[in-house]
Each structure stands twice: as structure tokens, then as C-alpha cells.
């Protein structure tokens, strides 16, 4: 089986958002980049279908410019068995989606995480699914193959959803699916040699132009109440915050 | 031209997130038509033509009561051509987000998703990025356009109007079918934690699972839904749907109240854009204090039931 995992390479979970050039540009001054999160366990889960299913392979994609390859080699060294680089920057879904659309014929399973923390638009599954004519299924919290038939769990509002399709298959990832795996020594050296394939993007029309970023307007100073005094929260939230 | 909105119902109800959609649509200021598909209670039609639909195009097909992705979006965009439509509107969910999506590639439209304001002229919309450390305006350049709102976006409010109600149909493939729904686990009679105005979340404070009571009864006075941090989830003292923060739910109430939560980064992400956000921790260092509205320095099990006692004192 061949499995195709799309990742993104976003900032830290941790990191201080910031624009530079009249808020035009993300400022990546002191900002660490990852595997997006659901990615990561999107190629969790990757690894752990290969270990159990003899000849499988696991392809990682990434649509970005060349400092994404650190993030790339990561994956390899997790346990992927051979990259492709889209030499593009990834402005929008559409984007991103028709170039993994590109790339994924073939594959019996497009995994990726149910959005990309950056952009959080959470749709390339579901674009890429519709480009290539076969079914998407987000965000699932299970995974398992029968034969050709996929099983799996889907987070839904307020509970889970079980749903079943046929594979060739694209499914956007979330916890609990897999637990994140952590690179170990031999992996990092192998990840060195594995190959790393950079193609240039197919050429598109832009549907959406991101024109500018903007950060939310900070927040005022908490005010603090006497946990003797609780009465006095419940007038402020009443009056003052008018949320009760 | 109409706008027509995804209207999403749950056991038949109208969901409240869609009728902030509606009242985008109604504020976008063209003519609003709504669809909504499978089994709806009656009563619900009114509704729609209240908060601001002209026509409803209802689908009475009960293969769409479950949640068919693929053929819900087979339906939107034949719905698109009919009404000649140019805008789609809909509330971001499990459901309404990949249908929207799967719209935009057939339909050959600018797509946005987290979008928070009406568009600005041009068709400029400002979406909710960097879960909600940021936002970003993107001008939607094709004919055709696609907006799955954020909740909050519009105000739901009656605008006093009616619905002609329109029986509509369309021919679904079996391709349309191409996932197969097998069962459903949901909670009941809960207030869903997306949609809530209050949520009550609790964190590793609560020390273990057995406590949850006193909580869950603060969040029945205040009509709120529960929430919690990830180690809460992780640790299966609650189940994973009530996780908030930037891997598991986003939520957006009027009032967020945090109990013996420190405020990790990642949960802060889940929670940034409550209007009003109250903190309750034992460690007056605790981080979360620095994003709160309100805090209170107190042990949980001490405030907690204080607080319920001073809500239904209030009411």
C-alpha cells in the first residue's frame, strides 16, 4: 500500500504571533517551526500502518520554499521513506490543494492533519478529495484498515461519528488517532540519504488574495476579586462585562 | 441574485450557528435564500423566515439526515445554479465546512472559512488565523464565492420577515454516498460546546473525575456547557469533545470560566476569542490570570459552589 502524507511547516505551538512590513509579512524573528500538529499525527499513524502491513510505503509532501526542508527531513527521520518538495509558497488552500492533487494519484491513502494551525482553514481534504474524485472524511480520531474498507471515527459537535469508505481515500487527522512519534538517532541519520524529490508547482489562477494581518486588540488588566467575595463576580459579570 | 445559506439542523432543529449565517446574509443586503435538508420539525420553517430567509428550499430527502458530506455538497451546488446564486453562506462545522469546500471546487469559487465580519467592499473578508492569535483580510476574487462563517460573525435576531417554503430536490448518485455512517455517539440534552454562550471548563485543579459534580452544577445554573483542558482529556477524566484549547475544540462564548486551569499557550488558543474570561485558580501565579477578564485567587472546591450559590441568588 502506498500512503501519502501532506505536512505543513508552521510555528510552534508556543510562538509569539507578529507581522512585519505594514503587517503584510509574518515575522519569523525567533519563531520555531514544526510539523503542524495534526500532521504529526496524521504521519503517526502513517508509521504505525507501515510497521503492521509489510511492503507498505509512507511519501511525505510539503508545498513550500526551501527552509521548509528541516521540517521535511523531520518527517523522514520519524520513519517516512521519501519526500516531494512543491517549490511554492502555500498562500491559500486552493493552492495547496490542487498541487497535493497533483501528486496524490496513485496513492491508496492521503493523510494530513484536519487544518494547519497557520491558516486554520481546514479544508484541503476535502478539496483534495473532490479534485480527485474519491472520498475525504475529517477530522478522524481512528483509523483502521479491513482489506480495501477504512474505519474510522469522526469528531463531530457534542460527540463521534463512525463512518466507513473504500480506499483510495484522504483523510484529515486529529488526536487521539495516533500518539506522535519522536525521532530516534538512527532515524535522524537515515533521514539524511532518504530521498527528497523538489518539483515546481503547477501554475494556477489565484481565487483569493490575502491582503493584509492584522493582531486582535490586546486585552485589559484582569481584575481580581476576593474568593470571600465571590457574590461581588456575579454583580460584575452582570453590570460591568453585561455576559450574564 | 439571492445569497443562499447552508441551514444545518440537528435532530430536526435548526442550529443556532445557522441562523448567524442567515443574519449574515440578511446584512450582506441581497435577497436571502435558505436551504435545509433532510427531516425538520415543522415549526422550524417560521423560524427561518423570521431571521431573515425569503424562500427555503427544503430538501426532504432522509438519507440527508445523516450528515453526507459529499451529497450535501452535490445538492449546495445545484442549488447554487437553480437560485442563481453567486454567494454561499454557511456556519464553519463538521458538516457545513468540507461541504462548502467540495461547493467551491465544482462551483469554481474564491473559498473562506473562520470568517468573523461581513465582507468589507471589494469583497474583503477578515478570517480568524493562528487559532485566533491573529486575523487576515483576503479579498474573494472570483465570481463565485463561498464563506463559512465563524461563530459570532452576525448576530442571530428576528427581522420579522416569512419564508415561501419550496419543495426541492435533487438527484443523488450513489457516489454521493461515498462515505457510509455507521453510528453516531452524542451527547444528549447538553448544550452543544461549540455553540454555547457560557462555557465552564475545569482543569487538573479538579483533581480527578469524581469532582466533576460541583462543576457541572455551576454550569446547569449558569445554562453553560462544560469544557476542560487537554491533560483533563488526555487523562480521560472527560471525553475528548470537550477538550478546549488549539488541538481540540475552539470556542467563542459571552463567558469562559476557568476552573484550576493554569492557562497553558495552547489552551489560551481554544479560548481567545470569549468575550469575557473569568479565572478561578488556586496559584495566584498562574498564567492564565494575564489573558483573564476576571480572575480569583481560591481553592475550586471552596469558589465553586460559592459562585453557584451567588448565581441563583441573582436570579
Known sequence: ?244 | MATLVFVEVSDGKVRKTSLEALAYAHQMGSGVTAIVMGTVSASEFETLGKYGAQKVLHVADARLDHPAIQAYATVLTKAMQDENADVLVLANSSLGTPAAAKVAIKTNASFASNVVELPAPGFVVKRSIYTGKAFSFVELKNQKKVIAIKKNAAEAKEVGGSAQIVAYSVALSDSDFNTKITGTEKATGDILLPEAEIVVSGGRGMKGPEHWGILEELAKTLRAATGCSKPVSDMHWRPHHEHVGQTGVKVAPQLYIAIGISGAIQHLAGVNSSKCIVVINKDADAPFFKAADYGIVGDAFDVIPKLTEAIKAMK
Not at chain 1, 503517526?44 to 511525505?60: C, D, H, S
Not at chain 1, 469528531?155 to 463512525?162: A, H, L, Q
Not at chain 1, 500518539?179 to 489562477?205: C, D, F, H, Q, Y
Not at chain 1, 483569493?208 to 465571590?230: R, W
Request: aromatic share 4%; with cysteine; hydrophobic share 40%.
Open chain 1, 1 to 244: 500500500m502506498k500512503i501519502l502524507v501532506c505536512i505543513s511547516h508552521v510555528p510552534d505551538t508556543t510562538s509569539k504571533i507578529n507581522f512585519i512590513d505594514n503587517g503584510t509579512k509574518f515575522d519569523t524573528n525567533g519563531v520555531q517551526f514544526i510539523i503542524g500538529p495534526y500532521d504529526d499525527y496524521a504521519l503517526a499513524r502513517a508509521i504505525e500502518l507501515k510497521e503492521a502491513n509489510a511492503g507498505t510505503t509512507v511519501t511525505v509532501l510539503n508545498v513550500g520554499l526551501a527552509e521548509t526542508e528541516p521540517t521535511i527531513r523531520k518527517a523522514l527521520a520519524i520513519g517516512a521513506d521519501d519526500a516531494i518538495r512543491v517549490n511554492a509558497e502555500p498562500t491559500d488552500s486552493l493552492f495547496v490543494a490542487t498541487q497535493i492533487a497533483e501528486h496524490a494519484k496513485g496513492y491508496d491513502l492521503v493523510l494530513m492533519g484536519r487544518e494547519s494551525i497557520d491558516y486554520n482553514s481546514g479544508v484541503v481534504h476535502a478539496m483534495v478529495g473532490e479534485m480527485l474524485g474519491i472520498p475525504s472524511v475529517s477530522p478522524v480520531m481512528k483509523l483502521d484498515l479491513e482489506g480495501t474498507t477504512v474505519k474510522m471515527q469522526r469528531e463531530i459537535e457534542g460527540g463521534k461519528e463512525s463512518v466507513e469508505a473504500s480506499l483510495p481515500l484522504v483523510a484529515g487527522c486529529q488526536e487521539p488517532i495516533a500518539e506522535w512519534k519522536i525521532p530516534n538517532m538512527r532515524g535522524i541519520m537515515s533521514a539524511r540519504t532518504k530521498p527528497l524529490k523538489v518539483v515546481e508547482p503547477k501554475t494556477t489562477e489565484a481565487s483569493v488574495k490575502t491582503q493584509k494581518f492584522e493582531l486582535p486588540a490586546p486585552k485589559g488588566a484582569v481584575k481580581m476579586i476576593s474568593a470571600d467575595n465571590v457574590a461581588e463576580l456575579v454583580t460584575r459579570l452582570k453590570t460591568e462585562a453585561k455576559v450574564l
